[in-house]
DNA sequence: TATTGTGAAGCCTTTCACAGCA
DNA sequence: TGCTGTGAAAGGCTTCACAATA
């Protein structure tokens, strides 16, 4: 099918779930999936699967369902993390120290090579107690130079919402591609720099939503 | 209009994006704001934020606006956070511990009352360290005990991926209502239990799709 | 037989364009 | 005048239903 049709935003994002339903299965050992288990797990409807994968081309087997391991292949693919992208990390504190030594990072080939603060002394304490010092604790002051020497491409924004937008402004001007920001303020950048704001509270609100009504 | 009707999904996940929106133009004093202000922050169509309100009701003033202050009520209310939700957090590892301090969930009406750890001696020590142990933590095998007697009403999943099935079921068992589960496996609940499962590398594979494509 | 791949239908959401109003 | 509220049009996504096939 198509390969280069335009593709829904929706069906991007369910990829990722699939990935994750396909990883579960595996674990337990499974090496076929059909589109309708993995439409229960993800809560769609099993032609939303089939159709999904379809705009990528035809992977499964008439009969017999998808082969999980080369599945996973193909929407690592799709997506692009067939490769390790290299992560700067902007803002030590409780959350940004947890995710540097966020095991599921590893595993999916998403590499934190590089942690900045505003008071490195300060956290370097902290964190090597607890952790073990993964990464060095770098002044933020050498955003720019590091990323550009470490090949950075995604920097995480968990500094306080005061300094988010400060924060995505040097990773901007430092060359960088995609900004994740955790901080519960929005940020902005140029179109060339793409922007993702996840706010924690964002879920609750949305299960709160249906709780409700 | 039809306070009644059914909402799309996408509206209910934008209101709470909307609403971080106006908290940041109050932080610069704003009083007022247009569709078209929040529509540029929030990177959607003017009229689908006018649309969206309507669902709810007249909030703005022709010519005018809509009132921060007003508006950032109505959305509360709307979304069902003019209220307290009262949280326990089970898994008191690194992410664990970050969100018992995290001050955004404080400043929204979330309220963590509970914190669970299959090990809390051991974790004790490194929190109180850290920040201060801002909630006690018990044994998870007390956890129906006090989610009942503490009117808890959602849970939030930080334990391993291997336990976090085990912990939903632990919470379904509690007579929880909804469920966040932040661990990289997904979790499922019977029907009359809300389970929201959000990976934080499916914020990185959607930036990273967008980055390759 | 079981399950994929897919055209077409149906449904839902977004956007347009303008009437209504402060 | 400027911006909201909204009916109608356009667009896009999801689901159906079935042909294709391992």
Same mark, same amino acid.
């Given at each position: 099918? &198509?390969?280069?049709?335009?593709?829904?935003?929706?069906?991007?994002?369910?990829?990722?779930?699939?990935?994750?339903?396909?990883?579960?299965?595996?674990?337990?050992?499974?090496?076929?999936?059909?589109?309708?288990?993995?439409?229960?797990?993800?809560?769609? !409807?099993?032609?939303?699967?089939?159709?999904?994968?379809?705009?990528?081309?035809?992977?499964?087997?008439?009969?017999?369902?998808?082969? %999980?391991?080369?599945?996973?292949?193909?929407?690592?693919?799709?997506?692009?993390?067939?490769?390790?992208?290299?992560?700067?990390?902007?803002? %030590?504190? !409780?959350?940004?120290?947890?995710?540097?030594?966020?095991?599921?990072?590893?595993?999916?080939?998403?590499? %934190?090579? &590089?942690?900045?603060?505003?008071?490195?002394?300060?956290? %370097?304490?902290? #964190?090597?107690?607890?952790?073990?010092?993964?990464?060095?604790?770098?002044?933020? =002051?050498?955003?720019?130079?590091?990323?550009?020497?470490? =090949?950075?491409? #995604?920097?995480?924004?968990?500094?306080?919402?005061?300094?988010?937008?400060?924060?995505?402004?040097?990773?901007?001007?430092? =060359?960088?591609?995609?900004?994740?920001?955790?901080?519960?303020?929005?940020?902005?950048?140029?179109?060339?720099?793409?922007?993702?704001?996840?706010?924690?509270?964002?879920?609750?609100?949305?299960?709160?939503?249906?709780?409700? !009504?």
């Amino acid at each position: 099918m &198509a390969k280069y049709a335009k593709i829904p935003e929706a069906t991007v994002r369910r990829l990722s779930s699939y990935l994750k339903c396909l990883e579960e299965l595996e674990s337990k050992d499974e090496k076929v999936a059909s589109s309708s288990i993995l439409a229960t797990i993800c809560n769609v !409807n099993p032609a939303q699967v089939r159709k999904d994968f379809a705009y990528f081309g035809e992977f499964g087997i008439r009969g017999m369902g998808y082969n %999980i391991k080369e599945l996973k292949e193909h929407i690592k693919k799709i997506l692009g993390i067939d490769r390790e992208w290299r992560i700067a990390v902007v803002g %030590i504190g !409780n959350l940004g120290s947890a995710l540097l030594v966020y095991k599921d990072f590893l595993k999916q080939n998403y590499r %934190i090579v &590089a942690a900045f603060d505003i008071d490195p002394v300060k956290v %370097i304490g902290n #964190i090597s107690e607890r952790v073990g010092r993964p990464v060095e604790i770098l002044h933020v =002051n050498r955003l720019k130079e590091v990323v550009e020497a470490r =090949n950075i491409e #995604i920097g995480i924004i968990t500094v306080p919402p005061t300094e988010a937008q400060k924060v995505a402004n040097q990773l901007v001007e430092a =060359n960088i591609k995609g900004i994740l920001n955790l901080s519960p303020a929005p940020v902005s950048a140029p179109e060339h720099v793409k922007v993702r704001n996840l706010f924690f509270t964002s879920a609750l609100d949305n299960l709160v939503y249906y709780l409700t !009504n």
